[in-house]
């Protein structure tokens, strides 16, 4: 018999012995596992007295939730256990009653999708995720910081980038609402920057926040992408990152970023974003 139940510290154990058997050994559960089992909303279920699964639900903002990290223990697959998790953890975030419920998963992950998309899950969006290493600038200035949370937002909420979002802001394998609470965020921790090629987002990437760094929203001025490119590459460079990478919304033109010489990550080709339809 198998029963779901919240992770526990003593846990932690036998969450890492499953995670060791993700995509050739390597998982990034380890690297948010303290941190999750601090927070709150980590699931495991239980059978016979040994963790056979984990998931995880993530509270981005208030009422705001992100569905993710389900695993299922390597020798227990292919038993309905990861379906049965799954849609336990669907009727607690429910029971929540968020404003905004999604997750996201690879294309290739096929068995996954016929789940998510049995339990209700409707596409949102479709991303290109792409990569590159940071180099050294060439003579460019250095973009300056914006701080006001009103100009920030009104150049978010009216950007092409975020009407091909569909309102979301992507980063880390997270993918956020465009909200004014979550600009304010970015502002106040000096993430946003504006030069000539135009206004951007960078953070530190989740998995590896010391080397690589993600962008989270950009608005190129007319014809300069490349310009802007370059800008983002030099707040890298200056920030000591050695890799830049982007959720690229489908309806982008990806040809101006691989002239900038991003390239899509290796494994697969899409990003796929659900969304939980919610009565309001």
Known sequence: MVRFREAHQQDKEEILRIASHTWEGWDYVPLLLDNWLKEGGLFVAEAAGRIVGMTKTTTLSSGELWLEGLRVGEEYRHQGIGERLAKFQLEEALSR?????????????????????????????TYARLLTKVRKPEGLPFPKTLTSVREVWDLVKTSEFLRFSHGLLPGNWVFYQAREEKIREFASSGRVWKGKGGVFILQPHRYDPQNSSEII???????????????????AFQGGFKELSCFLPESYKEENFAEGGFKPESGFKYVLVYEYPLRT
């Open 97 to 125: 009653r968020p404003y905004s419920l999604g997750l996201s998963t690879g294309e290739i992950n096929r068995t996954s999708i016929k789940i998510i998309e049995r339990m209700g899950f409707r596409l949102l969006s």
């Open 217 to 235: 929203f950009f608005s190129p001025s007319k014809g300069k992408v490349l310009i802007l490119l370059e800008e983002i590459n030099l707040v």
